[in-house]
């Protein structure tokens, strides 16, 4: 793990001394928008290309996108292995599922992001969206990746399932932003924290968004109510490594998922909706954590972990609005 400095790439941990023991996430680098009519980055089939971890949450949002909205044929994958070690994330297709570098070969994902800009200091993150025309990245940034596949290809595919209606933009964003800190980066929070008060500050907060969101779809079927729409895509890639990872390798452990009655049934009728389930690899999702996370888990031993009906029926039609 570490960061490219000047294109050169220098092996260091995420730094939490300077911040009292806090996680803190590092902005995206690269924030480029393809639009229907671009004339920078037009919406092009077989143009674009994404690499992805199968482990990584933001980066599985990009994935349940490009699944709901039809562009499986129209930009193709790159999977990384699921270990992130001191050279980061590396385009080694030596373990099911992973597929190297299908566009350059290149070993690893810094040499992309090199290959995008020869002198860029970042942070070498997955999802990374790449133009084959331009050769470069697009955009690292999965809530802006996301918005794009929900709109800028709809001509090209025929699919207008709108998943950020313009009517739910305020509360779609209000309810994002709590479950953002809390929950989505709030596993993390409490996960890299290197003290006590921060640790518990995280982990407070966190059960207290999982508290208000069991509460909230005890009446709703989705977040938003009958509507789906992409708070609900941003939240479940959380719930589904929770109780596989978040739960034991995180500390988040006052509860399982699966102890709270109507998130589980929710997170169950969200996996078992068409093309998702394929978007989900359990084994890059716990081999990564366990094995990449050497400061938690020194020996990377890879835990057995419970065993998680995912087929079992979710019985939400019942939800909707009588
Ligand atoms: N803002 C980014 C965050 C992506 C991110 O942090 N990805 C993690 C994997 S889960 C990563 O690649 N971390 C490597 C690093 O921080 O060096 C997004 O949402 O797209």
């Known amino acids: 793990m570490g960061l490219l400095i000047d294109g050169k790439w220098q092996d260091r941990w995420y730094d939490t001394k300077s911040t009292g023991g806090h996680f803190k996430r590092t902005e995206a680098q ?10 920078e980055f037009p919406a092009e089939s077989d143009r674009y290309h994404l690499y992805v971890s199968y482990a990584c949450p933001w980066a599985h949002r990009t994935l349940i996108f490009r699944a709901l909205k039809g562009l499986t044929n129209h930009i193709d994958v790159s999977v990384v292995h699921p270990d992130m070690l001191d050279k980061g994330w590396e385009l080694n297709p030596d373990y099911p599922g992973a597929t190297g ?19 860029v200091t970042t942070r070498v993150t997955v999802p990374v969206l790449w133009d084959k025309a331009r050769k470069t990245i697009v955009s690292n940034e999965s809530s802006e990746i996301i918005r794009m596949f929900n709109s800028a290809f709809d001509g090209l595919t025929g699919n207008t399932l709108d998943f950020w209606p313009e009517i739910l933009r305020d509360e779609i964003e209000e309810v994002n932003a709590r479950i953002y800190d809390t929950f989505n980066n709030g596993v993390y929070k409490s996960g890299f924290a290197t003290s006590q008060s921060a640790y518990d500050e995280a982990v407070t907060a966190l059960f207290d968004t999982m ?28 719930l589904v490594r929770f109780d596989p990872v978040y739960h034991l390798h995180f500390k988040c452990n ?30 890059h999702i716990v081999r990564h954590y366990h094995y990449s996370h050497e400061s938690i888990n020194p020996h990377r031993i890879v835990p057995i972990n ?17």
């Open 101 to 119: 570098d299908r566009l350059y070969k290149k070993p690893l994902l810094s040499d992309i992001y090199v290959k995008a800009q020869h002198d």
């Open 254 to 283: 006052r509860n399982r998922l699966v102890d709270f009655p109507n998130l589980w049934a929710y997170t169950r009728e969200l996996y078992q909706m068409p093309g998702i389930a394929q978007t989900v690899n359990f084994d």
């Open 30 to 39: 690269f924030r480029n928008w393809i639009t229907p009519d671009g004339t």
């Open 211 to 238: 508290d208000w969101l069991e509460d909230r779809l005890s009446h709703r079927r989705y977040l938003m109510g009958d509507r789906l729409t992409e708070a609900d895509w941003r939240l479940f890639p959380t």
């Open 306 to 322: 419970p065993e998680i009906n995912w087929a079992e029926p979710h019985g939400r039609e019942r939800m909707m609005a009588a």
